[in-house]
């Protein structure tokens, strides 16, 4: 029985240690102060064994092209911060229109500044991998963007190959307003700008929860639906050496990333 004034002395043990609970792949996410869906949807995703660590960068909630251009100037602090200990496997900055907005070369080179021992990803980057792993050449894309944005992403995924059937928006400029569409209207929006000459339905926007109606929509439609979230997630699995194959997200998660880009 302890008393007061008495020290303590613990016996010499040899703890047990193994591997830890995330023992497969550590993920680290870079998100914006005001994306209320991203979190959710990756721990939707994640499979046994796979570490989600997430930080976030302090945010305007007036979503515009000016504000996202300053997300760089605290993006290697941020990756710094993810778990330095653990070394995640990849690390993501997760905002679809942010990494337009700066470029995502620019994005990852920051990145790996903070973290030198991780893959650095982008979410624009995910999707990129994920609509040219799937064969896409047309789509159609829906956001809840301000228009400024939709004229940006436009012109990003021309530049990049495809061709863009029509993209819309619906005009929401709160980074936190934009999370409470609910995934009903997003199955309801994707259905009503889809085109019969899509090869592709794109849903963009880390921070809007879209994920929950993709097999829905995919099922409906008989075409492959892509979402910021899911795109990401799959392709920093990928990179991870994960090759699950998830149910309920989307064809995506039936591929093992062949086409992915290669980043140094």
């Not at 591997?19 to 994306?35: E, Q, Y």
């Not at 934009?178 to 339905?201: C, N, Q, S």
Request: aromatic share 8%; net charge negative.
């Amino acid at each position: 029985m302890f008393k007061p004034g008495q020290i303590i002395a613990s016996k010499p043990r040899t703890p047990e240690m193994d591997a830890g609970r995330f023992h497969r792949a550590k993920l680290g996410f870079i998100l914006m102060s005001t994306d209320p869906s991203a979190e959710g949807d990756f721990w939707d995703m994640a499979p046994e064994g796979v570490a989600v660590y997430v930080t976030r960068l302090k945010t305007d909630d007036h979503t515009t092209t000016e504000t996202l251009a300053k997300h760089i100037e605290h993006m290697a602090d941020a990756a710094g911060r993810i778990q330095p200990e653990a070394k995640p496997d990849v690390v993501s900055y997760s905002c679809t229109s942010g990494s337009i907005v700066i470029g995502e070369d620019r994005v990852m080179a920051e990145i790996k500044k903070g973290a030198p021992w991780a893959k650095p990803m982008c979410l624009v980057q995910g999707v990129l991998d994920a609509l040219n792993e799937l064969g896409v050449k047309k789509l159609v894309v829906g956001t809840p963007y301000l228009d400024d944005i939709n004229t940006a992403e436009a012109e990003f995924l021309v530049k990049r190959g495809f061709d863009v059937l029509d993209i819309q928006g619906l005009n929401i400029a709160s980074g936190w307003d934009m999370g409470l569409v609910t995934p009903a209207y997003w199955k309801k929006f994707a259905l009503e700008i889809d085109r019969p000459d899509a090869d592709a339905i794109f849903l963009s926007c880390g921070g809007v929860r879209s994920l929950p109606a993709v097999a829905e929509i995919e099922q409906i439609t008989g075409k492959p639906v892509i979402t910021s979230n899911q795109a990401q997630f799959w392709s920093c699995l990928r990179r991870a050496g994960i090759m699950d194959e998830l149910e309920g997200f989307g064809q995506i998660f039936k591929h093992p990333g062949k086409h992915l880009r290669k980043i140094d």
